[in-house]
């Protein structure tokens, strides 16, 4: 454990959801305590849950480890866990080194206090002495650039002000390890780089992060390993660009079972017997990278016959905007008749999308347009995902990928 | 590198259990040594905070006693209420009383809500919270501090002169101290998961002071007499009084049994404390 900061050992945590409860089980417990009796945490009472379940993982000295997942997927209780403020019920946290939390920045600062006095004091809770935090005032008020209001009382302070002050505050400490609950966020662009710096800096002089983001680009940047916890179980952990990965992939799924919301109308004429995707191998499949071959093929029954229907297909974004829209009447020649079963085929040889998930149309009208016999109304969708082994591609927001190139020997000086 | 430093910590379920009392008690101790800064500071964060927004802020400290003492000696002057045998101005008699007294009152109260005025802070830092408990005493000190002044004026304005024992009235409110802190633990504790404890306590409290010779003398008969003699709190306040008005103790063997039984609860308050604190965080 020589080069371990921090190793949780198969920790949980549980939470009661009722208040009264909460109470006599508070209680009992200190009272089996007081006796030299075990409270027996591993098994739920009534009304118990597990916030935290079977969780393991190590942080090396120096590194930087990322938590991700959801809202309340447990990630802030694990951290509070690490900082020794929730006690575990099961398993073991050995934490080696003194610690920095940034869970809530500014907590302990009390309103009608001035900058001035919340400092002595902030400092004075994270464990730091007078002469110590005495060096250090000065570069604490520099960084939390608080001038001249210093001797206000902080409630007169705007939220980034507090923010600012409460994070100066906790780095100076100079932890050997970093808590941070999502801070950057809260700050304005010349904080956060500074934030950002001053982590960096943390961490070349060898201390280590514990970090929550749902900036999974920092994440990627900043951290080399990661978890990811979802329901406060661990879903996977590992690389950082893995463990994103998986994390994104997950909410993807997600919004697969919220989504499907399609609607299915028309007179019937002709139906829409089964929508399929299929990929280069002529495999159905709904998942693509981008970049690749999609074919569409609609299989139809034409219950009556019809003159020169058209197919339309569609592909949309999350929020409904069209992306793409193919008609089969755009094609020079005519379709003609069709009755009975057939099916058509609509091919993209290269799909420009980003990664995501996007759910398409397909419908089925008369000549004009006007008449629809079928249509399957954002019914279905399929999802671009670069696949595991091409995490190098690095995430970028944006519904299209285009393989540009950036030419950094164009630049002149 | 500073690897001979590095403090370890391990958390695990019912750790208490695992370590001794010796243990516990060096731990204790180390842990409040390590924090008097921040004793100090969390006193001065409460202190200060109290008379921020206030015109008349020290003054209070007077006011409330006069109050008290004034309506008193209203009742007894028309003849309502029967202080006993009190041989010094009652002024001076009950004012000297009531500081001492108000070391436990303020302190039960405050140390009791320590915990849960500042629930927010144990949510989100780890810190030791025992030091908020102890911290919050010191209002009471202060008070008490504050109110010889009070005190020394009233000798002034009857003329009468105190015994030199005087001088030693600060060492006589240590055993109140040492008790109120005691109990201020574990009624902390138990105020963060039960808030009906606070409440409880504030009705207890002006109960309690009216069963402790504080605003009349010790009767010699009578069920106020018995409950007077298996009380700390009258003991600590009547030594207190005695050493200020006459220098000699009337009643040295209770105020001994006494102190000890106040450094006693102290002990178990620390201990229930140390060993459940823990559990405070998620209850709170």
Known sequence: ?413 | MEHKHTVVQTYEPDNCLRQGYFTALKEIFNELFYNKWLIYQLFKRDFSAMYKQSFIGFLWIFIMPILNVGLFAMLGHSGIFNFGDINVPYPIYAILGLAYWQIFANGMVACGGSLTAVGDMVMRIKFSKKCVVIAAIGRGIVTFLVQLLLIVFLFMFFKIMPSKGALLMPLFAIPIIVFTIGLGLIVALLNSIVRDTGNLLTALISFYMYLTPILYAKPKVGILNQLANINPMHYFIAAGRDVVLTGHLTEPGGFIVSTIVAFVILFFGLMVFHLTETRITERI
């Open chain 1, 1 to 413: 454990m020589s080069d371990l900061a921090i190793k949780v050992d198969r920790v949980s945590k549980k939470f009661c959801k009722s208040l009264q409860k909460s109470m006599v089980y508070g209680l009992t417990d200190i009272g089996r305590n007081l006796c030299g009796m075990k409270s027996d945490p591993h098994i739920l009472r009534d009304d118990e849950f597990w916030a935290i379940k079977d969780i393991s993982f190590e942080v090396k000295r120096g590194e930087a480890f990322a938590l991700v997942g959801a809202n309340g997927a447990g990630k802030t209780t694990l951290l509070k866990m690490l900082n020794g403020i929730f006690w575990p019920d099961e398993g073991k946290i050995t934490v080696k080194g003194t610690l920095g939390p940034l869970i809530a920045v500014g907590a302990g600062f009390h309103p009608m206090l001035s900058g001035r006095d919340n400092i002595y004091i902030n400092a004075a809770i994270l464990g730091i002495g007078k002469k110590e935090i005495q060096k250090r005032f000065d570069e604490i008020v520099a960084f939390a650039d608080i001038g001249k209001f210093l001797d206000t009382p902080v409630k007169h302070y705007s939220s980034g002000m507090f923010v600012r002050l409460g994070f100066a505050v906790a780095v100076h400490c100079e932890p050997e390890i970093l808590l941070i609950d999502e801070i950057l966020s809260v700050g304005d662009m010349s904080f956060q780089t500074k934030c950002k710096k001053k982590m960096d800096q943390f961490l070349t002089s060898g201390k280590t992060i514990v970090y929550i983001s749902h900036n999974l680009d920092t994440v990627v940047n900043m951290c080399q390993r990661a978890l990811f916890i979802q329901e406060g179980r661990m879903v996977y952990a590992g690389d950082s660009k893995n463990v994103v990965y998986e994390y994104r992939k997950s909410v993807l799924n997600q919004e697969k079972r919220v989504l499907s919301h399609g609607i299915r109308q028309g007179s019937g004429e002709v139906v829409i017997k089964k929508v399929e995707l299929l990929d280069q191998n002529g495999e159905a499949t709904d998942t693509f990278k981008p970049m690749s071959y999609l074919k569409l093929k609609v299989h139809y029954d034409a219950v009556q016959r019809v003159e020169n229907p058209q197919f339309r297909f569609r592909i949309f974004t999350n929020d409904k905007t069209i992306i793409v829209e193919a008609n089969s009447s755009d094609h020079s020649e005519q379709l003609g008749a069709i009755q009975g079963p057939g099916e058509i085929c609509y091919e993209i040889p290269s799909i420009p999308f980003n990664v995501g998930r996007y759910p398409f149309s397909v419908l089925i009208a008369d000549s004009t347009g006007m008449m629809v016999y079928d249509a399957h109304e954002h019914l279905h969708e399929f999802m671009v995902d670069p696949g595991s082994d091409n995490l190098d591609i690095p995430f970028r927001s944006g519904v299209l990928f285009v393989p540009g190139q950036w030419d950094l020997n164009s630049k002149t000086l």
